[in-house]
């Protein structure tokens, strides 16, 4: 049996960053019915817009550095990670990203000249 997410055919104007659940399974490399589980579970930050749910932004990047500090979980993050950004065509350095991770967890202290591990260019 086929599964079906809905799908606006319009994106309406939010006042936050967000993607459609659609948007949202493939850059976490999950299905979209985990994304709504997900979403229910209040693990991953949504608005709703009539009858569809929009992820955040930052709930999305909440998300992925919960699962690079998971580390049952960081070695398909990285992965999906890299994947994305090579899609994306935008540089990415995993080494960095954990550096990045481990800052915001607490665990490292911050360096004194650190640069974004994604760069994206307008």
């Given at each position: 049996?086929?599964?079906?997410?809905?799908?606006?055919?319009?994106?309406?104007?939010?006042?936050?960053?967000?993607?459609?659940?659609?948007?949202?399974?493939?850059?976490?490399?999950?299905?979209?019915?985990?994304?709504?589980?997900?979403?229910?579970?209040?693990?991953?930050?949504?608005?709703?817009?009539?009858?569809?749910?929009?992820?955040t932004t930052?709930?999305?990047?909440?998300?992925?550095?919960?699962?690079?500090?998971?580390?049952?979980?960081?070695?398909?993050?990285?992965?999906?990670?890299?994947?994305?950004?090579?899609?994306?065509?935008?540089?990415?350095?995993?080494?960095?990203?954990?550096?990045?991770?481990?800052?915001?967890?607490?665990?490292?202290?911050?360096?004194?000249?650190?640069?974004?591990?994604?760069?994206?260019?307008?």
């Amino acid at each position: 049996m086929a599964t079906h997410t809905k799908t606006p055919n319009h994106t309406p104007e939010l006042r936050v960053p967000a993607w459609t659940v659609d948007e949202a399974a493939v850059a976490l490399g999950i299905h979209p019915i985990t994304v709504y589980r997900l979403i229910g579970k209040g693990k991953l930050d949504a608005v709703k817009v009539g009858p569809f749910r929009y992820v955040t932004t930052a709930g999305i990047v909440s998300y992925l550095i919960e699962a690079l500090q998971n580390p049952s979980t960081r070695q398909y993050t990285l992965s999906r990670l890299t994947a994305l950004a090579e899609e994306l065509r935008v540089p990415f350095d995993p080494e960095t990203v954990m550096a990045d991770v481990a800052i915001l967890a607490g665990s490292a202290p911050a360096p004194v000249s650190a640069g974004p591990a994604v760069v994206v260019q307008a």
